[in-house]
C-alpha cells in the first residue's frame, strides 16, 4: 500500500494535485512544497507519495481516464508545479 493509504484507508479529499519533474532530490522537494503551499488546504496528492511505487500499477494504466492520478486531478481544487534546480 501507499504511505497516504496505510494513513488513511479510506482516503481524504484531494484539495491540492502536487506535479514535479522527477529531477529533484526529497529535500529540494520539500523545502518547495512547503514554501508554495496553498493556504487553508489541508490534503495533496503527489504520485510519489500516493502510489504504491514498488507493486505493480499497470492495473492503473489499463483505464488512465479512472486511475487515482486522473481522480486526483479532476477532485482538486488547486494545482502545484514545483519547479526543481536542474530543469526548470
Known amino acids: 500500500a501507499s504511505w497516504a493509504l496505510m494513513l488513511h484507508p479510506e482516503g481524504l479529499p484531494c ?11 526529497m529535500y529540494e522537494f520539500i523545502d518547495k512544497v512547503l514554501a508554495s503551499w496553498p493556504p487553508g488546504l489541508d490534503n495533496a496528492y503527489c504520485c510519489m507519495l500516493s502510489n504504491p511505487q514498488n507493486l505493480d500499477i499497470s492495473r492503473f494504466l489499463q483505464s488512465p481516464e479512472t486511475s487515482p492520478f486522473a481522480e486526483a486531478l479532476r477532485s482538486a481544487s488547486h494545482m502545484l508545479v514545483v519547479p526543481n534546480r536542474s530543469g526548470s
Request: net charge negative; aromatic share 18%.
Open 15 to 25: 484539495q491540492l494535485f502536487v506535479t514535479h519533474a522527477w529531477a529533484e532530490g
